[in-house]
């Protein structure tokens, strides 16, 4: 069956993203407008779910003053949400449960994945060719440039073996994106294979080992695994670049991968609901595809957060999906948007991301309190401050946290032992009485099916009202 591909589409939307990338101030936010204004009217014509969600709004109404929407409450009315009648969820959850299926085309014109993400609630996302030639544009024109001259020789990677090194065990982006390309490009099926992280670490570096790719991409954890098992010696190749994203790349993070694989790493920031929403310019400064996606950055209580500062979360209005429209959709990720141009002089906004955010841990402290301690600053203390990357924290009472490290050699005790003082102490500044760290060695750290390692995990239990995961109170 031929991948859900339209090449023309595809040398028209790149033709336009070249411009936007250039165009001068203003230019964003007119393609922006434009864009809007088509994908509601696509919405209100075409989706029940918005038809009522909208009800009441003028037509010419800003996207601000628009309502939110959440997955759980889209994904609770699926079939009202598309606007082609024909996609159903319950036949599109048989499609994604059927492993044989993976980048199938759907009535041979919809690529379809799954994401599992942070919530409990899964999503179904459904992309047409349309918004698949958005995505291949933004990806080949921005993510992959500048080009070097090596690459400008090989545009297609016919001399260069690629690597995924991620979650392969369903129906998710990255996994089916790489299967339609592998689809597309005969010379892809030789040329870039997809590796499960879900196996042992020696099984996984013996196969890349075997393969010894030129590219790998794959999340920041595991970037860093590898880099590790560089270190040690068993990781015997090195590649000439390590693209990362899905997860959050710190600096300390990255350093150490860029050392010890000898390599440059390109980090990149995308979700199930929109693939390519940012990615690093040769500056090292993240952009936004503002020209396709509009994320507005919010505080705790909805309201606008002003440039240069921290959101809580954010919203994200998608440009070019009007099978399945986003509008003012509820996204976790802090953002940070920037009114500075780029020295690189792209037109896009410079963004900073500090991603899926970990649990809050609420822990018992002094006088029957409790204190909560924001997941970001206790995995900042242990990387700071230990000098340890790859762990895990877990809450599994109100005064109880388990550590855990994959390692189990003198090192790894050596900086266990940092961890926990690191850790006491912290819980120590904070008022936290007494607490007890349990330690685990040895065990490789817990992924969500999206392959996704969550580094602080609070004792959790899901909400019958959310499908949210509640901190134990
Ligand atoms: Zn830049």
């Given at each position: 069956?031929?991948?859900v591909f339209?090449?023309?589409?595809?040398?028209?939307?790149?033709?336009?993203?070249?411009a936007?990338?250039?165009d001068?101030?203003g230019?964003?936010?007119?393609?922006?407008?434009?864009?809007?204004?088509?994908?509601?009217?696509?919405a209100?014509?075409?989706?029940?779910?918005?038809?009522?969600?909208?009800?009441?709004?003028?037509?010419?109404?800003?996207?601000?003053?628009?309502?939110?929407?959440?997955?759980?409450?889209?994904?609770?009315?699926?079939?009202?949400?598309?606007?082609?009648?024909?996609?159903?969820?319950?036949?599109l959850?048989?499609?994604?449960?059927?492993?044989?299926?993976?980048?199938?085309?759907?009535?041979?014109?919809?690529?379809?994945?799954?994401?599992?993400?942070?919530?409990l609630?899964?999503?179904?996302?459904?992309?047409?060719?349309?918004?698949?030639?958005?995505?291949?544009?933004?990806e080949s024109?921005?993510?992959n440039?500048?080009?070097?001259?090596?690459?400008?020789?090989?545009p297609?990677?016919?001399?260069?073996?690629?690597?995924?090194?991620?979650?392969?065990?369903?129906?998710?982006?990255?996994?089916?994106?790489i299967?339609?390309?592998r689809?597309?490009?005969?010379?892809?099926?030789?040329n870039?294979r997809?590796?499960?992280i879900?196996?042992?670490?020696?099984?996984?570096?013996?196969?890349?080992?075997?393969?010894?790719?030129?590219?790998?991409?794959t999340?920041?954890?595991?970037?860093?695994?590898?880099?590790?098992?560089?270190?040690?010696?068993?990781?015997?190749f090195?590649?000439?670049e390590?693209?990362?994203?899905?997860?959050?790349?710190?600096?300390s993070?990255?350093?150490h991968?860029?050392?010890?694989?000898?390599?440059?790493?390109?980090?990149s920031?995308?979700?199930?609901?929109?693939?390519?929403?940012?990615?690093?310019?040769?500056?090292?400064?993240?952009h936004?595809?503002a020209?396709?996606?509009?994320?507005?950055?919010?505080?705790?209580?909805?309201?606008?957060?002003?440039?240069?500062?921290?959101?809580?979360?954010?919203r994200?209005?998608?440009?070019?999906?009007?099978?399945?429209?986003?509008?003012?959709?509820?996204l976790?990720d802090q953002?940070?948007?920037?009114?500075?141009?780029?020295?690189?002089?792209?037109?896009?906004?410079?963004?900073?991301?500090?991603g899926?955010?970990?649990?809050?841990?609420?822990?018992?402290?002094?006088g029957?309190?409790?204190?909560?301690?924001?997941?970001?600053?206790?995995?900042?203390?242990?990387?700071?401050?230990a000098?340890?990357?790859?762990?895990?924290i877990?809450?599994?009472?109100?005064?109880?946290?388990?550590?855990?490290?994959?390692?189990?050699?003198a090192?790894?005790r050596?900086?266990?032992?940092?961890?926990?003082?690191?850790?006491l102490?912290?819980?120590?500044a904070?008022?936290?009485?007494?607490?007890?760290?349990?330690?685990?060695?040895?065990?490789?750290?817990?992924?969500?099916?999206?392959g996704?390692?969550?580094?602080v995990?609070?004792?959790?239990?899901p909400?019958?009202?959310?499908?949210?995961?509640?901190?134990?109170?």
């Amino acid at each position: 069956m031929m991948p859900v591909f339209d090449p023309l589409r595809l040398a028209s939307v790149s033709l336009d993203v070249l411009a936007a990338g250039r165009d001068a101030p203003g230019g964003v936010a007119a393609r922006q407008r434009t864009r809007l204004a088509r994908l509601l009217e696509s919405a209100v014509h075409g989706s029940r779910f918005y038809r009522d969600h909208l009800a009441g709004f003028a037509s010419g109404a800003p996207l601000d003053d628009l309502p939110t929407v959440t997955r759980a409450a889209l994904m609770a009315r699926f079939d009202d949400w598309v606007t082609d009648p024909r996609l159903r969820l319950d036949e599109l959850k048989a499609f994604t449960a059927d492993p044989q299926r993976l980048g199938e085309p759907y009535f041979g014109r919809f690529v379809i994945w799954e994401s599992s993400g942070t919530s409990l609630q899964p999503g179904i996302f459904v992309q047409d060719a349309a918004c698949m030639a958005v995505y291949d544009a933004l990806e080949s024109l921005r993510r992959n440039a500048p080009l070097s001259l090596r690459r400008w020789s090989d545009p297609l990677y016919l001399n260069e073996r690629l690597a995924f090194v991620g979650a392969i065990g369903g129906h998710f982006a990255s996994h089916v994106s790489i299967e339609r390309l592998r689809q597309l490009n005969p010379w892809m099926r030789v040329n870039f294979r997809s590796f499960s992280i879900m196996q042992p670490v020696p099984d996984l570096v013996g196969a890349l080992n075997g393969y010894a790719p030129a590219v790998i991409a794959t999340y920041p954890t595991v970037a860093f695994l590898l880099a590790d098992e560089a270190e040690r010696g068993t990781l015997t190749f090195r590649p000439r670049e390590v693209w990362t994203g899905g997860e959050t790349l710190g600096p300390s993070m990255r350093q150490h991968i860029e050392r010890a694989l000898e390599c440059s790493v390109r980090n990149s920031f995308g979700a199930s609901e929109f693939l390519t929403m940012g990615w690093e310019c040769g500056h090292g400064r993240m952009h936004l595809n503002a020209d396709w996606v509009i994320l507005e950055p919010v505080d705790e209580q909805g309201f606008a957060v002003p440039p240069g500062r921290l959101s809580h979360s954010c919203r994200l209005t998608h440009l070019a999906n009007t099978v399945q429209p986003l509008i003012r959709y509820e996204l976790d990720d802090q953002i940070t948007v920037f009114e500075e141009r780029c020295a690189c002089g792209s037109a896009m906004p410079v963004i900073e991301v500090q991603g899926r955010r970990d649990e809050p841990l609420v822990l018992a402290a002094s006088g029957g309190r409790r204190v909560t301690i924001l997941p970001m600053a206790l995995t900042t203390v242990i990387e700071e401050q230990a000098g340890v990357c790859d762990f895990q924290i877990r809450q599994t009472g109100p005064s109880t946290l388990v550590l855990r490290l994959p390692g189990r050699d003198a090192a790894a005790r050596a900086a266990m032992g940092r961890c926990r003082d690191a850790l006491l102490a912290f819980a120590a500044a904070h008022g936290v009485s007494g607490p007890t760290v349990l330690e685990e060695m040895g065990q490789p750290l817990e992924r969500g099916r999206s392959g996704k390692v969550c580094r602080v995990l609070a004792a959790a239990m899901p909400s019958a009202s959310e499908g949210k995961r509640t901190p134990l109170a």
